[in-house]
């Protein structure tokens, strides 16, 4: 069976100054988060993904959160405009990398959409309205997901940076979310395992079944392996001081 490919981007000695929303935050050890991508790397490799390393220019410290400039609709590649003005020059570099393997649509101004906000779950996407995604960002995203037969639901997210800060999907019909973030009504019909006490959970569902959950969220794992789930941790500490998770680091094929 052909494994889906996940593209990540290298991390520049810029990263140390990635955005964050926390003051002061830890100060990031780039060469201890090299590492960490390097074990990230290996887990979805382990996991099942084809991996493509793409370059980021020295300009771009958040480079490496490379969800957040693209979203895969099958053979659909979003790029997106991301709400942080910091990190809209991003999207050029994954386009053009991109190019030859889908075609390339946009969100154009006055839209803006980060790839964080986009949870498809259920056949469905679940975009947040974050303070980096915005209802123009929406609409634009909804009347190309439409030419596909793919409904977009509206998530206004509260005390977050994106939606899948607060809320990732551990398989087609399964979520984890932290309570207090959204209308709880929003996901009807889906199944959710709320974990309560932990404001991230942004996990990543491997190809193989796994659930990767990061090395610091234990609660997180013990809730996820109680409902039955094979679960992997990997340490990402100098990506969660950036304000990033697991999903962030990669833009993957399967999404969409
Ligand atoms: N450092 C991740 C972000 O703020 O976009």
Redesign the pocket.
């Known amino acids: 069976m052909t494994r889906p490919a996940a593209f990540v981007r290298s991390v520049p000695d810029s990263f140390a100054g ?3 929303g926390v003051s002061p935050a830890p100060d990031i050890d780039v060469v201890h988060a090299r590492e960490q991508h390097r074990r990230y790397i290996a887990c979805l490799e382990q996991g099942g993904f084809d991996v493509e390393i793409l370059d980021t220019p020295a300009d771009f410290p ?1 480079g490496p ?1 490379i969800e ?1 400039t693209a979203v895969y609709l099958s053979g659909t590649l979003v790029l997106t405009r991301p709400g ?1 003005p910091s ?1 809209r020059g991003e999207v050029f570099g994954v386009g053009e990398a991109l190019a030859e393997r889908a075609v390339l649509r946009s969100i154009e101004p006055p839209g803006t959409l980060e790839g964080g906000d986009v949870l498809r779950v259920g056949g469905r996407l679940y975009v947040g309205l974050s303070s980096r995604t915005n209802d123009e960002g929406l609409r634009q995203l909804t009347v190309i997901a439409a030419r596909q037969g793919i409904e977009t639901v509206a998530v206004p997210v509260r005390n977050a ?1 994106h939606l899948k800060s607060v809320a990732t999907a551990v398989d087609g019909e399964t979520l984890v979310a932290a309570p207090g973030h959204f209308d709880r009504d929003v996901f009807a019909g889906l199944r959710t395992l709320w974990v309560d006490g932990q404001n991230e959970v942004n996990v990543l569902n491997l190809p193989d079944g796994r659930v990767l959950i990061p090395a610091s969220k234990t609660l997180l794992q013990e809730i996820v392996t109680g409902a039955g789930y094979r679960v992997l941790t990997v340490d990402v500490s100098e990506f969660e001081n ?3 998770g697991l999903t962030c680091l990669s833009l993957r094929a399967n999404d969409g």
């Open positions: 990635a955005l964050t958040d959160f957040d942080a990190r940076l950036a304000d990033g």
